[in-house]
């Protein structure tokens, strides 16, 4: 499976730290290819390595990648399912592999989704909880009711 690259989930962008800089370093990327090119070499990476996939350490001394670059890219790259995780290490990392090499292992040994976090959890449930209350808009429920808390939900997830 390729993905659509870029595969952007967080806002159209990779992701961000919480900085305005990041922020802003994150959307330029998605905009001006930067974010497709480094999930397209990190990608053409694992392909040629095989089976035995690489780390994050790996990934970024070969493409002379930092931290951030590397462990983003390759996060969303597994949550777009373009590659899957070891659950063994090597070096105290999980090695990540291609998608091509699934068949080489067991659903035992392997990651093919990223953990969710809590907050992500939250998340998706102000995600839905949201999409329920719009809906509601639209069927003729307490439109006052569910405007105010559309109108906190919107609040607190912008800050």
Known sequence: MTPELPFAPYNDTGGYAGSEASQLRAEQEAVDGTLADRQAIILNYLEGVGASGATWVTVGQALSLHHGQVSGALSNLHQAGAVFMLRKRHNRSHPYVHTRYRAF???????????????????TQLDELVAVCREGLVAGFDTQRIATILSALDASSST
């Open 105 to 123: 292992y067991s659903d035992a040994e392997v990651h093919d989704s990223p953990k969710t976090t809590k907050a992500g959890q939250r998340r």
